[in-house]
């Protein structure tokens, strides 16, 4: 069992930046690959980025790709997500999420645990 706690969203204007953190529980937090998904009111849930167990490949949505990089401290037990140049449209309640056995770590049905979220919003 693995239980996330996300913590770092908040209110920032467009422009901005914010770092996201996700804390695993357990001692097996580098077996996991993690993600982080966001949902906004009314859409569907968006696939952000996504980690290797090492940290050694990493992946980005189109939409913020260049923007937020995505990083992973194993002695922590900690994802987090560097969010840069927020847009209004990146506003959002963000949730990690940690896969063991995956395919493609794009889908969301690839995850095993999440988080309860954080929301983050964008003024403009």
């Known amino acids: 069992q693995v239980q996330l706690v996300e913590s770092g969203g908040g209110l920032v204007q467009a422009g901005g930046s914010l770092r996201l953190s996700c804390e695993a529980s357990?001692?097996?937090?580098?077996?996991?690959?993690m993600g982080w998904f966001r949902q906004a009111p009314g859409k569907e849930r968006e696939f952000v980025a996504a980690?290797?167990?090492?940290?050694?490949?990493?992946f980005y949505g189109d939409s913020v790709k260049g923007r937020f990089t995505i990083s992973r401290d194993n002695a922590k037990n900690t994802v987090y997500l560097q969010m840069n140049s927020l847009k209004p449209e990146d506003t959002a309640v963000y949730s990690c999420?940690?896969?063991?056995?995956?395919?493609?770590?794009?889908?969301?049905?690839?995850?095993?645990?999440w988080g309860q979220g954080t929301q983050v919003t964008v003024s403009s």
């Open positions: 999420a940690a896969a063991q056995y995956y395919s493609t770590l794009r889908n969301p049905n690839a995850y095993d645990y």
């Open positions: 357990g001692r097996t937090f580098s077996s996991y690959a």
């Open positions: 980690i290797r167990r090492s940290g050694g490949s990493t």
